[in-house]
């Protein structure tokens, strides 16, 4: 079972790996400026507020879970295709819109599956998300080896592949896990009761709002860590190389180091991703020579995947089965929704004017986050 869910996550970050660094080269490739990349990025993200939990209430209509993530997988590599033509900004701006705020409900949909599956089935959900993290250091290093030989549309033609495999990994690999005890279905008033609890929760909006402004600091980075570190002389395949550092640390984090982190407890964790992004992107921000920046990327596995796995846990904890979906949903929409979307807005226009200094943007975000972390330490609801 941890070999077939964590095959889907592969599937979906294989996808992920290549375009998180490369989609904006595709962009500048078909004559983008940096501002407009930003637009195009950012503007689904600034949606998730309101598409995340829209999708979490459709996902939930479903008899069993891995319906929709199949279903979501099909409808984004059709909205991928027809990117493929020369159609300029405003038409790459709106299906880029759809294609991206399908595909991001992937991810916690299927954490929501695995994250049950872990405690019933006994094992540690680090190993299949890890398999997904492999996935997307090969999506790094594969996408930068075949941008230093072949042109950047090679970028699109990848991410489609990708997306279809993770439609057949929904369908032959999720197990047939229902929404609901009995396989019943819920009713629309059920669920929407369950998000209206969440919003109302002072501390889950406490804890998923420090969540969002730490991982929404990796903005910058996601948009334009490959065109900064062009500037600098980095070729496209080392970027490649650059990035899988970050996520090869980010593994051994998942796979390795279960019983320390369940030791140091989700509150502990959040509040050392929070310190370590503030360290990185200050240090990235000042363009520090190429010997330094291998070990600041190592410090991704705790500006993301100690974050990432503290806030699964803590929102898990202050949810209930009933809103477990709509929970994760709001988590993500807010980690790499409205306030990664209002980041990577402004880091267009930061690279354009400033180049790697739009990085201390982030500081700041990931400054503010530490703050909100600290204050969980006061949520009773947490203890234990």
């Given at each position: 079972m941890?070999?077939?869910l964590?095959?889907f996550?592969a599937a979906?970050?294989?996808?992920?790996?290549a375009s998180?660094?490369?989609?904006p080269?595709?962009?500048?490739?078909?004559g983008?400026?940096g501002?407009?990349i930003?637009l195009?990025?950012?503007?689904?993200l600034?949606?998730?507020?309101?598409t995340?939990?829209m999708i979490g209430l459709?996902?939930?209509s479903?008899k069993?879970?891995?319906t929709p993530?199949?279903l979501?997988?099909l409808?984004?590599?059709?909205?991928?295709?027809?990117?493929a033509?020369?159609?300029?900004?405003?038409?790459?701006?709106?299906?880029?819109?759809?294609?991206?705020s399908l595909y991001?409900?992937?991810p916690?949909?299927?954490?929501?599956?695995?994250?049950?599956?872990?405690?019933t089935?006994?094992?540690?959900y680090?190993?299949?998300r890890?398999?997904g993290?492999?996935?997307f250091?090969i999506g790094?290093i594969?996408?930068g080896?075949?941008?230093?030989?072949?042109s950047p549309e090679?970028v699109?033609?990848w991410?489609v592949?990708?997306?279809?495999?993770?439609?057949l990994g929904?369908?032959f690999l999720?197990?047939?896990?229902?929404?609901?005890?009995?396989?019943a279905?819920?009713?629309l008033?059920?669920?929407?009761s369950?998000l209206?609890?969440?919003?109302?929760?002072?501390?889950?909006?406490?804890?998923?709002?420090?969540?969002?402004?730490i991982?929404?600091?990796h903005?910058?980075?996601?948009?334009?860590?490959?065109?900064?570190?062009k500037?600098q002389?980095?070729?496209?395949?080392l970027?490649?190389?650059?990035w899988g550092?970050?996520v090869?640390v980010?593994?051994?984090?998942?796979?390795?180091?279960?019983?320390w982190?369940?030791r140091l407890?989700p509150?502990?964790?959040l509040?050392?991703?929070?310190?370590a992004?503030?360290v990185r992107?200050?240090?990235?921000?000042?363009?520090?020579p190429l010997?330094l920046?291998?070990?600041?990327?190592a410090?991704?596995?705790?500006?993301?995947?100690?974050?990432?796995v503290?806030?699964?846990?803590?929102?898990e904890r202050?949810?209930s089965r009933?809103?477990?979906?709509?929970?994760q949903?709001?988590n993500?929409?807010?980690?790499?929704g409205?306030?990664?979307?209002l980041?990577?807005m402004a880091?267009?226009?930061?690279?354009?004017q400033?180049?790697?200094?739009?990085y201390?943007l982030?500081s700041?975000?990931s400054?503010a986050?530490?703050?909100g972390?600290v204050?969980?330490y006061?949520?009773?609801r947490?203890?234990?």
């Amino acid at each position: 079972m941890p070999v077939r869910l964590g095959l889907f996550y592969a599937a979906i970050f294989l996808g992920s790996g290549a375009s998180s660094p490369y989609l904006p080269v595709w962009f500048h490739h078909r004559g983008l400026s940096g501002a407009q990349i930003g637009l195009i990025l950012s503007a689904p993200l600034l949606a998730r507020a309101v598409t995340a939990p829209m999708i979490g209430l459709w996902a939930d209509s479903f008899k069993l879970r891995r319906t929709p993530l199949a279903l979501l997988a099909l409808m984004t590599a059709a909205a991928y295709a027809l990117m493929a033509p020369h159609l300029g900004f405003a038409w790459w701006f709106t299906i880029w819109f759809v294609a991206n705020s399908l595909y991001a409900a992937l991810p916690p949909l299927h954490d929501v599956i695995v994250l049950n599956r872990a405690r019933t089935d006994g094992f540690n959900y680090g190993w299949p998300r890890g398999m997904g993290s492999a996935a997307f250091i090969i999506g790094n290093i594969g996408m930068g080896a075949i941008l230093a030989r072949w042109s950047p549309e090679l970028v699109l033609v990848w991410m489609v592949m990708a997306v279809l495999a993770a439609a057949l990994g929904g369908q032959f690999l999720i197990p047939p896990d229902p929404v609901l005890a009995g396989g019943a279905k819920a009713e629309l008033s059920d669920r929407l009761s369950g998000l209206k609890a969440l919003v109302r929760d002072k501390d889950f909006m406490l804890a998923v709002c420090s969540v969002g402004l730490i991982q929404s600091a990796h903005a910058f980075y996601y948009g334009f860590s490959a065109l900064a570190w062009k500037q600098q002389g980095v070729p496209e395949s080392l970027t490649g190389v650059l990035w899988g550092v970050g996520v090869a640390v980010e593994v051994g984090f998942l796979w390795f180091l279960e019983p320390w982190r369940r030791r140091l407890g989700p509150r502990n964790l959040l509040v050392l991703g929070g310190a370590a992004s503030v360290v990185r992107w200050t240090t990235l921000a000042f363009s520090p020579p190429l010997w330094l920046t291998f070990p600041v990327q190592a410090l991704h596995t705790f500006t993301y995947a100690a974050t990432f796995v503290a806030s699964l846990e803590i929102v898990e904890r202050l949810s209930s089965r009933a809103n477990a979906s709509a929970a994760q949903l709001m988590n993500s929409a807010l980690s790499g929704g409205m306030l990664m979307g209002l980041a990577t807005m402004a880091s267009g226009a930061l690279f354009d004017q400033w180049g790697a200094k739009g990085y201390l943007l982030m500081s700041a975000m990931s400054l503010a986050g530490l703050a909100g972390a600290v204050r969980l330490y006061g949520v009773k609801r947490l203890n234990g």
